[in-house]
T-cell receptor, first 113, second 114 residues
């Protein structure tokens, strides 16, 4: 059974720092890995999707990497800002007809001015 | 604006009183699904639908029903809610299968069953 783990559970950094969020998964047979952002009282917003054949994806100050063989992904946030404060969720898609995402429990990020 | 909408956003009800949470998307997406989010357990899929009239169980389907009579709508039905169904519920949609496309999530429905 696929399990997704995110470390750390919470992280507090001063504004301007570069930071890395970690995600690991137990079964390397995935179709893709996605990073989401969740703000309180709001839904999930997709940040980056990495297909299993890819090694990384970039969007603005965000860079996500995928090492399928070792079951790891990282989300790198450059020059963090207070507006980056949110919970970041990692999810893997195991494919099949169900296509459900298996989520980690998230990393709650606080960026202090 | 492309979006997934859910109603109601907040609901407090009592055990056994049937309720429906609606979900609608305006992006002509084929795949839709429901998740519940619980502290310590994360998000788990309840039901999914590959297209109109095609639905199937996710990982935690007990106590829930769904229907997909139209492409845009995917309501979640709780025939006899119980307190263990108190949770935050999210509807999501995809242009195609989630193995190739990202999911778009609704804003969530916070349900409390007394």
């Amino acid at each position: 059974k696929q399990e997704v783990t995110q470390i750390p559970a919470a992280l507090s950094v001063p504004e301007g720092e570069n930071l890395v969020l970690n995600c690991s998964f137990t079964d390397s047979a995935i179709y893709n890995l996605q990073w989401f952002r969740q703000d309180p009282g709001k839904g999930l917003t997709s940040l980056l999707l990495i297909q299993s054949s890819q090694r990384e994806q970039t969007s603005g100050r965000l860079n996500a990497s995928l090492d399928k063989s070792s079951g790891r992904s990282t989300l790198y946030i450059a020059a963090s800002q207070p507006g980056d404060s949110a919970t970041y969720l990692c999810a893997v898609c195991g494919g099949g007809s169900q296509g459900n995402l298996i989520f980690g429990k998230g990393t709650k990020l606080s960026v202090k001015p | 604006e492309a979006q997934v909408t859910q109603n109601p956003r907040y609901l407090i009800t009592v055990t056994g009183k049937k309720l429906t949470v609606t979900c609608s998307q305006n992006m002509n997406h084929e795949y839709m699904s429901w998740y519940r989010q619980d502290p310590g357990l994360g998000l788990r899929q309840i039901y999914y639908s590959m297209n109109v009239e095609v639905t199937d169980k996710g990982d935690v389907p007990e106590g829930y029903k769904v229907s997909r009579k139209e492409k845009r709508n995917f309501p979640l039905i709780l025939e006899s809610p119980s307190p263990n169904q108190t949770s935050l519920y999210f509807c999501a949609s995809n242009p195609g299968h989630p193995s190739t496309d990202t999911q778009y999530f609704g804003p969530g429905t916070r349900l409390t069953v007394l």
